[in-house]
């Protein structure tokens, strides 16, 4: 089971260049992950993600994070959320 108050987030150098490509850097990714989020689990390709949805700087993120080991995740992508998850995203902060 993950801590998400205690994850690690691990990435390369690889990782910084494609957030990038999506207009997004690490301090939005941290600032997600030190805020209010949800949490979807999905199986790609026999794999285990997460499928994180939160907001940074006023903005509404997903982050797809795939288990390391223990509370360890590595960070696969970060892109801003489309309509339809940001309407998911301001649904369940409303609660």
Do not use: C
């Not at 993600?49 to 992508?77: A, C, F, N, Q």
């Amino acid at each position: 089971m993950v801590n998400w108050n205690n994850i690690k987030l691990v990435y390369g150098e690889n990782t910084h260049w494609h957030i990038a490509k999506h207009r997004v850097d690490l301090s939005e990714v941290h600032n997600v992950l030190a805020g209010y989020f949800t949490i979807q689990r999905r199986i790609v390709k026999g794999v285990l993600r997460y499928l994180v949805l939160g907001e940074s700087y006023g903005r509404i993120l997903v982050l797809v994070l795939e288990p390391v080991e223990g509370d360890e995740m590595l960070l696969i992508t970060a892109y801003e959320a489309p309509e339809s998850r940001k309407r998911l995203y301001r649904e369940r902060v409303k609660r």
